[in-house]
């Protein structure tokens, strides 16, 4: 990390964007030095603390990640809050560029009465309990009704109905956190619902995550056909994922299943359901008005076709009961520093191709580039452009790489004074290693570390 001709650059965050422009820039400037700054003492941002437990599969990616941090001119920094411990004005004073790809991590809310009763959470909040984010461990839900509400019908809403209605055989060899299988092995939720706005031909999940809930052992769909009745002289016309997941809808909820299906839908003791065309209005208490009891639903219906129709309201309402609500109705940016433009209402940083506008040496990628939607993959190219952009700015001499910068020796200066110790790499390894040993003990791949402050102890020495 001493003498190099070439552009020091520091990223912001380590989740998939992170690690993707990272990967990027390494490969194509051979002089490159990359230093990656994380708030957490371990990487890897959502595919850690978002992506599903049971679908170990999508986590592989960290092993391309790994790669890219063991690069000799790539250092990995974690513990450090950039906006809190360092600033984004001191890293620009210290590198050549600096890139945010600091996610989306704040809830959206729902903006409606009794929202704040026990028995709502948002899926933020739900899915950071089940997959042992720190801030999330003590959440501790109240599964003891036997009805849960998910607002929202994307991947988000099905990943977190799967882990409440799926067999805790299952889910007990995955990394899922030991707190939350013991929770979910007491719990009482036997029906769970996904509430959305508009109707079949808007749902934002994906074929395969809707195929796997189908197939989900000791569970029935429970789908109305009155929902579905006449989609099938339409799908022709759509798009062609559209077409397909329509397709998958009808079938499931108008043609009789074969035998086998039928004995095991016949045999279930869960059900799970899709409710379109209706809003949240209000979370109902219970007679004390100590927690949450049902949901109050708007009736609405559908101006426009398409993937841009709207609903709005009829003036018709109903209420469900339940015990259990959670909102999944996406992730928010937060701005981080008051020397980086960033626009409220969109809750993205104003940027072209991952330049951020009206700065100079300043870029952006991932979910606080284009917003929270898009997986791992749209993630990939958004932040490959971005990197892209900082390798043509090297070329032409936007950026200048003979002008001296220290990079994290500087910063790393600062750290010190201010009584923050970063975690290394080889330290997040130490960490990794006594999760996966703590995890063989109990049959799962790992058992993660909750605490962060026991994560410290663990490379601090
Ligand atoms: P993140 O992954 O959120 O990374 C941001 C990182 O920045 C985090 O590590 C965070 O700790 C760090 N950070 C934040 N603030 C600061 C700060 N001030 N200083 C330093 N560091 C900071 N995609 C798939 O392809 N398959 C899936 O199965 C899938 N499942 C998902 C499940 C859920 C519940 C969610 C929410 C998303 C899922 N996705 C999935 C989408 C995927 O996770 C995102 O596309 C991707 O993680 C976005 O990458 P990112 O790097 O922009 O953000």
């Known amino acids: 990390s001493s003498v190099s001709q070439g552009p020091r650059i520091c990223i912001v965050g380590s989740g998939p964007a992170g690690f993707y422009t990272a990967q990027h820039i390494l490969k194509h400037d051979a002089q490159a030095q990359v230093d990656i700054y994380e708030k957490l003492p371990v990487p890897f941002g959502l595919v850690r603390f978002g992506v599903a437990p049971d679908h170990p599969e999508v986590k592989n990616v960290i092993n391309t990640f790994t790669q890219t941090a063991w690069s000799k001119r790539c250092t990995f920094l974690g513990n450090v809050t950039v906006g809190r411990d360092v600033t984004v004005e001191e890293l620009q004073g210290a590198y050549h560029a600096v890139v945010l790809s600091y996610g989306a991590e704040e809830k959206r809310e729902l903006g409606i009465p009794g929202e704040e009763l026990p028995g709502v959470y948002s899926a933020r909040d739900f899915v950071g309990w089940y997959n042992g984010l720190p801030v999330n461990r003590h959440l501790n839900p109240d599964l003891s009704s036997d009805t849960a509400v998910i607002l929202g019908q994307g991947n988000v809403a099905l990943d977190i109905a799967r882990i409440l209605l799926s067999p805790i055989e299952l889910l007990k060899k995955t990394d899922i956190t030991q707190s939350a299988v013991d929770t979910l092995s007491r719990s009482h939720i036997r029906r769970v619902w996904m509430v959305g706005r508009r109707s079949p031909l808007q749902v934002a999940f994906t074929i395969k995550e809707l195929r796997e809930m189908i197939h989900l052992p000791g569970t029935r769909p429970n789908l109305d056909p009155s929902d579905y009745q006449g989609l099938e002289k339409i799908t022709h016309s759509l798009p062609r994922p559209r077409k397909r997941l329509t397709e998958l809808l009808v079938k499931s909820a108008l043609e009789k299943p074969g035998e086998k299906v039928a004995t095991q839908w016949g045999q279930a ?193």
Do not use: H
């Open 269 to 461: 003791e869960k059900e799970w359901g899709l409710r379109f065309l209706r809003s949240p209005l209000a979370v109902l208490p219970c007679d004390n008005s100590r927690r949450a009891a049902g949901i109050r639903l708007s009736v609405t219906q559908l101006k426009g076709t398409g993937e841009d129709a709207v609903a709005v309201p009829t003036g018709q309402v109903e209420d469900i009961s339940c015990g259990l609500i959670l909102s999944s109705i996406g992730y928010r940016s937060v701005p981080i520093s008051s020397a980086v433009p960033f626009l409220p209402k969109q809750g993205v940083i104003p940027n072209s191709m991952g330049r951020v506008q009206g700065t100079q040496g300043m870029y952006c990628s991932g979910w606080v580039k284009r917003g929270p939607t898009g997986v791992i993959t749209t993630t990939m190219s958004d932040s490959f452009e971005t990197a892209q952009a900082i390798l043509e700015d090297v070329r032409s001499g936007a950026l200048n790489p003979l002008e001296p910068k220290t990079g994290a020796v500087a910063i790393q200066d600062l750290l010190l004074l201010r009584g923050i110790k970063p975690v290394s790499f080889s330290d997040w390894e130490k960490i990794d290693k006594v999760e996966i040993a703590r995890g063989l003990k109990v049959g799962k791949p790992r058992e993660k570390i909750l605490d962060t402050e026991e994560m410290l102890q663990l490379v601090l020495r």
